[in-house]
Nanobody, 123 residues
Framework: VQLQASGGGLVQAGDSLRLSCAAS????????MGWFRQAPGKEREFVAA????????VYADSVKGRFTISRDNAKNTVYLSMNSLKPEDTAVYYC?????????????????WGQGTLVTVSS
């Protein structure tokens, strides 16, 4: 599975942004998908994850109520819609695929990673 993240950019606090992650391979629709982020000088952290069908998702407390993860299996794409962005959301955002069907917040559960897309939120 190859993953290609896109949609990052420079926005102001309070703005919205939607990230996309396009996946190759027909097995995408069987995998849970996740988004992680890494801020400058910090370790990578979990953001959100969604199960194979899109019927179940989990979020980090820091983004709950502001971010929404979704997927379109017909397009082999997972999305991260980010609203009310804050400067502390500034990070490189990575999408990842877990070959198991249910979502996990644990980085070690993920088998495939995209290259990352940079989101910068100015105050």
């Amino acid at each position: 599975v190859q993953l290609q993240a896109s949609g990052g950019g420079l926005v102001q606090a309070g703005d919205s942004l939607r990230l996309s992650c396009a996946a190759s391979g027909r097995t995408f629709r069987r995998y849970a998908m996740g988004w992680f982020r890494q801020a400058p000088g910090k370790e990578r952290e979990f953001v959100a994850a969604i199960n194979w069908s899109g019927g179940s998702s989990v979020y980090a407390d820091s983004v709950k109520g502001r971010f929404t993860i979704s997927r379109d299996n017909a397009k082999n794409t997972v999305y991260l819609s980010m609203n009310s962005l804050k400067p502390e959301d500034t990070a490189v955002y990575y999408c990842a695929a877990d070959t198991r069907p249910e979502p996990s917040s644990s980085e070690i559960e993920y088998d495939y990673w995209g290259q990352g897309t940079l989101v910068t939120v100015s105050s």
